[in-house]
């Protein structure tokens, strides 16, 4: 394995890209979804949240597929098909006449999707690792970001002057110019002698060594809690600013506000985490997401909205410590199993996501005329983390200690 290479620019602009196209997906529809509702004959805005989580759940059923593959066949050939699968789902989600179909096209994209975001993550171990490895994934993120700030406004735009089926339009063609971009200046990097068979036994040989590092199982499961907090935003965030505070044409403003905060925080992990190091740092971000979240519950418990101004100033917040959470949890969970790093992204982010799904759904179904169930998400789940969190520090200084001890 080639392990810190110099980066360069552009590559750190191709592996954004290539995990950009899932937050396009989920983050363009949002200004759209009463409208797609009426056209799928759904008008429960609630269901319309599952226009969100549902592709979330393809992402994380994908995963377990393409990440296997890309261990035994390389890399690049399932970008390739999981752009084929996108864009035969987007098809399917244009033509949906029922809300059933619509959401199965989602899940399918997820599907397809799952592809250029496991391989990414999978082409970045291949090339780097340690704390060098995270201050690649923040560059990464905080280009990636980018489109969470673009997309609802995008989205907004062409509602405005075509309908919402040229979202999913423009969403194909996107996805066709950085599949031919990848495709001219991406080289394979899984070396033919690192490839593994592949066979039914992969998914119980992976399970099997996931198993011996609870670091990476531990961190996982934080991730699957942080990211399950998260979607619920995503999916409900257009409930709470265009039903709960009738900020519709505000609504794209503030989703990519917002979102510029994470990308503004995850611009700075990339600094910070060469100082720090990436579990201080990621401990530090999750102890603050959690108290703020919990002051947030009990200043609003069993009241109504508070004013705008100041449920967004608890948001920045929020979305500002997750910029330090995402890839530096992401980065410590994959460090341990750098040599299976194909099956290895693909097992752990099915597991965080299979854990999200439910989570986000669960919560999302409350958000009805308040925020506050967002808010308890958030501090519940941060707090479950938090303690996961201290029993890996354990864990991890005691396996530091018999290494002392070996050598």
Same mark, same amino acid.
């Given at each position: 394995m080639q392990e810190n290479q110099p980066v360069k620019f552009e590559f750190i602009a191709l592996m954004a890209s290539l995990m950009s196209i899932v937050a396009l997906a989920i983050d363009a529809i949002l200004p759209a979804m009463t409208s797609i509702g009426i056209s799928v004959n759904n008008l429960d805005s609630n269901n319309n949240q599952l226009l969100i989580t549902m592709i979330f759940l393809g992402l994380g059923t994908g995963q377990l597929l393409f990440g296997p593959l890309s261990d035994s066949l390389g890399r690049k050939p399932m970008v390739y098909i999981g752009f084929g699968i996108f864009t035969i789902a987007s098809i399917i989600c244009v033509l949906s006449p029922t809300l059933e179909w619509m959401v199965f096209g989602r899940i399918l994209q997820g599907i397809g999707l799952a592809a250029p975001r496991t391989i990414a993550i999978a082409i970045i171990r291949d090339l780097y690792k340690g704390d060098y490895m995270a201050k690649i994934m923040s560059f990464i993120t905080s280009f990636f970001?980018?489109?969470?700030? /673009?997309?609802?406004?995008?989205?907004?735009?062409?509602?405005?002057?075509?309908?919402?089926?040229?979202?999913?339009?423009? *969403?194909?063609?996107?996805?066709?110019?950085?599949?031919?971009?990848?495709?001219?200046?991406?080289?394979?990097?899984?070396?033919?002698?690192?490839?593994?068979?592949?066979?039914?036994?992969?998914?119980?040989?992976?399970?099997?060594?996931?198993?011996?590092?609870?670091?990476?199982?531990?961190?996982?499961?934080?991730?699957?809690? /942080?990211?399950?907090?998260?979607?619920?935003?995503?999916?409900?965030?257009?409930?709470?600013?265009?039903? *709960?505070?009738?900020?519709?044409?505000?609504?794209?403003?503030?989703?990519?506000?917002?979102?510029?905060?994470?990308?503004?925080?995850t611009f700075l992990n990339g600094t910070m985490v060469m100082r720090l190091g990436m579990w201080r740092l990621s401990f530090i971000a999750l102890v603050i997401f959690s108290v703020n979240a919990l002051l947030y519950v009990l200043l609003f418990w069993n009241s109504a909205n508070p004013p705008v101004i100041v449920l967004l100033a608890f948001m920045a917040i929020q979305f500002f410590t997750i910029g330090f959470i995402f890839g530096n949890i992401r980065a410590i969970a994959m460090e341990p199993i750098g040599h299976i790093a194909g099956i290895g992204a693909a097992i752990t982010g099915f597991v965080s996501t299979i854990m999200a799904v439910p989570i986000a759904n669960f919560i999302g179904s409350f958000i009805n005329a308040t925020a506050l169930p967002l808010f308890i998400g958030f501090s519940v789940f941060g707090t479950f983390s938090i303690l996961i969190f201290l029993r890996m520090q354990v864990i991890k200084n005691k396996e530091m200690q018999v290494i002392r001890v070996i050598e």
């Open positions: 970001i980018l489109v969470p700030v /673009i997309a609802p406004i995008m989205g907004k735009f062409i509602l405005n002057f075509y309908h919402w089926k040229g979202i999913f339009y423009v *969403q194909v063609l996107i996805a066709f110019l950085v599949c031919v971009w990848f495709w001219k200046r991406q080289p394979e990097t899984l070396k033919p002698e690192h490839k593994i068979k592949f066979n039914k036994h992969l998914f119980i040989d992976g399970f099997k060594e996931l198993l011996k590092h609870k670091v990476t199982l531990g961190f996982t499961i934080i991730s699957g809690f /942080i990211s399950g907090a998260f979607i619920v935003y995503l999916s409900a965030s257009q409930i709470i600013f265009e039903n *709960q505070y009738n900020l519709i044409d505000e609504f794209p403003y503030i989703f990519a506000g917002l979102a510029t905060g994470v990308g503004v925080a």
